[in-house]
């Protein structure tokens, strides 16, 4: 199962790289609720997650999740312990901080510029996630970490990009383009020798001939007369 989970982050991770532009370090973002999860599940984020996706990786979050955990009071203290532990990114929030999923939402924006994944157990917040393309989605289950396969809206938005590039290089162009100025002069060429289909030929054309009274006559007596012996 484990070698199953790896096989599936993996090909995850390769869509956002091919059609988003991620690349390593990946950049998390984690709120409270994960690290609350985290906590239950007796799950070190940082060793997990670093395994899980098989390489560098960033874990960060914002003043406005800090604070929400500190406004919660003791009942997440241990959460709130392990998320000072991060990095804290700049959301512009600091004088008026907002709840997380709010300024998570805000950080993202319409195209995720900086590629965070975001790392949380708030349904709402990955259903409003969801409905943006390219934004990756990392949650424990029962003490698991899984990464969600790409939502309908990121599929939909690497399905368009695929179409709408050209994806024939220069020189490949200018070898089309020979080769179908080729096969235009080639057929030229076969239509200025072709002959022009001729008339019928006159001497077949002749009517024959009509046998007149005589000619039947001399030919009965012939095949009537009988041989000399």
Not at 50 to 62: D, L, M, N, P, Q
Not at 80 to 89: A, E, G, S, V
């Amino acid at each position: 199962m484990k070698v199953k989970r790896l096989k599936h982050s993996k090909r995850v991770l390769a869509f956002y790289q091919q059609n988003f532009g991620f690349k390593k370090p990946y950049n998390i973002l984690v709120d409270g609720t994960f690290c609350m999860a985290a906590l239950k599940g007796k799950v070190d984020i940082l060793l997990q997650v670093k395994k899980y996706f098989g390489g560098e990786i960033s874990v960060a979050t914002t003043h406005c999740a800090l604070r929400e955990c500190f406004q919660l009071g003791p009942t997440v203290s241990g959460a709130h312990k392990i998320l000072k532990k991060f990095k804290r990114h700049k959301c512009g929030h600091e004088n008026a901080a907002l709840e997380a999923s709010a300024c998570f939402s805000e950080m993202i924006s319409n195209s995720n510029p900086e590629h965070y994944i975001i790392a949380t157990q708030d349904e709402e917040l990955r259903k409003e996630m969801r409905a943006v393309s390219g934004i990756p989605l990392l949650y424990l289950s029962a003490c698991t970490l899984f990464l969600e396969s790409p939502s309908y809206q990121s599929r939909n938005k690497a399905e368009q990009s695929f179409f709408s590039q050209d994806l024939l290089t220069e020189y490949e162009k200018e070898t089309l383009k020979r080769m179908n100025g080729a096969k235009e002069d080639e057929v030229k060429h076969v239509n200025r020798k072709r002959k022009r289909a001729k008339g019928p030929n006159p001497l077949s054309c002749k009517k024959k001939k009509t046998k007149t009274g005589e000619e039947i006559k001399k030919k009965k007596k012939k095949v009537t007369e009988p041989s000399v012996s």
